[in-house]
T-cell receptor
């Protein structure tokens, strides 16, 4: 298996633009998590899905952020409009339940908003 | 509420020396505890986990951790550091809602 695939790996955009981050989870995993990592705040859980259904989006910072999982092999995280404070590394993690979430992280997307 | 505290945001050790990364946890129930490693420009990778079986847990790359309930600790060790161990290490605990709660991370530097 290729592991979790995220695209793009790097994204530079101007304030106010729409940004879409993509994730392809590991086949057979039924949970998918989106995290954001910054120096100041560390690793933050934004939202997670079970069988393509959003379970908990309490970590989504505001309405500018939205996430979808239209099928078991694809998820997106969208920011519209983007702001400089959204600059961070965004990780997608694919997971199975083993009494705990056994998570497999993608390589991340480094987002810079200027 | 469950939480973890990692002592030291940066740790430096010489190549061949003992690695000790400290983690203390807070949990009102028997905890599930984890150590993750993040190499530069990569995602986190599970290093080892404690799920209430043996208190000494062995992981990948020669790392191990010991669960000590009396000290509420789950420190990560490796007998002999290698240059390839340079990375950021995260201690984590399973929260009451099953979400994984990560510590702030400890960056490990290996001195030649």
């Amino acid at each position: 298996d290729a592991g979790v695939i995220q695209s793009p790996r790097h994204e530079v955009t101007e304030m106010g633009q729409e940004v879409t981050l993509r994730c392809k989870p590991i086949s057979g995993h039924d949970y998918l998590f989106w995290y954001r990592q910054t120096m100041m705040r560390g690793l933050e859980l934004l939202i997670y899905f079970n069988n393509n259904v959003p379970i908990d989006d309490s970590g989504m910072p505001e309405d500018r952020f939205s996430a979808k999982m239209p099928n078991a092999s694809f998820s997106t995280l969208k920011i519209q409009p983007s702001e400089p404070r959204d600059s961070a590394v965004y990780f997608c993690a694919s997971s199975v339940w083993r009494g705990y979430y056994e998570q497999y992280f993608g390589p991340g997307t480094r987002l810079t908003v200027t | 509420a469950q939480s973890v505290t990692q002592l030291g945001s940066h740790v430096s050790v010489s190549e061949g020396a003992l690695v000790l990364l400290r983690c203390n946890y807070s949990s009102s129930v028997p905890p599930y505890l984890f150590w993750y490693v993040q190499y530069p420009n990569q995602g986190l990778q599970l290093l080892l986990k404690y799920t209430s079986a043996a208190t000494l847990v062995k992981g990948i790359n020669g790392f191990e951790a010991e669960f000590k309930k009396s000290e509420t600790s789950f420190h990560l060790t490796k007998p002999s550091a290698h240059m390839s161990d340079a990375a950021e290490y995260f201690c984590a605990v399973k929260g009451r809602d099953d979400k994984i709660i990560f510590g702030k991370g400890t960056r490990l530097h290996i001195l030649p």
